[in-house]
Nanobody, 119 residues
Framework: QVYLVESGGGLVQPGGSLRLSCKAP???????????MGWYRQAPGKQRELVAS???????NYSDFVKGRFAISRENGKKTVYLRMNDVKDGDTAVYYC??????????WGQGTQVIVSS
């Protein structure tokens, strides 16, 4: 089984910042650089939604609700994808996950990392 490992979540005040990380396991290291990767989130009682994605070439896309506030990036040498969250809002409270998009479909979902926005 392939499990990506998310980290970096926590409690943050409205307007604050966090950086999430997503590390790929050894089992997919050889082909990791070819994948489009995405960050998703799932708030309590809601469906999981795509937040941002980054292609193998570094092209990025963002959902309207985070555009201008969040930034996705990747370090292929470290097999890691990041999500920089700036100016967080109450509505950003959720469990954040990363996964592959496109050909091959998603890997089994990992544990995610919890982000709580609260004053």
């Amino acid at each position: 089984q392939v499990y990506l490992v998310e980290s970096g979540g926590g409690l943050v005040q409205p307007g604050g910042s966090l950086r999430l990380s997503c590390k790929a396991p050894r089992s997919i290291l050889s082909s990791y650089n070819t994948y489009t990767m995405g960050w998703y989130r799932q708030a309590p009682g809601k469906q999981r939604e795509l937040v941002a994605s980054i292609s193998a070439e570094g092209g990025t896309n963002y959902s309207d609700f985070v555009k201008g506030r969040f930034a996705i990036s990747r370090e292929n040498g470290k097999k890691t994808v990041y999500l920089r969250m700036n100016d967080v809002k109450d509505g950003d409270t959720a469990v954040y996950y990363c996964n592959r998009l496109g050909p091959g479909g998603p890997f089994p979902w990992g544990q995610g990392t919890q982000v709580i926005v609260s004053s």
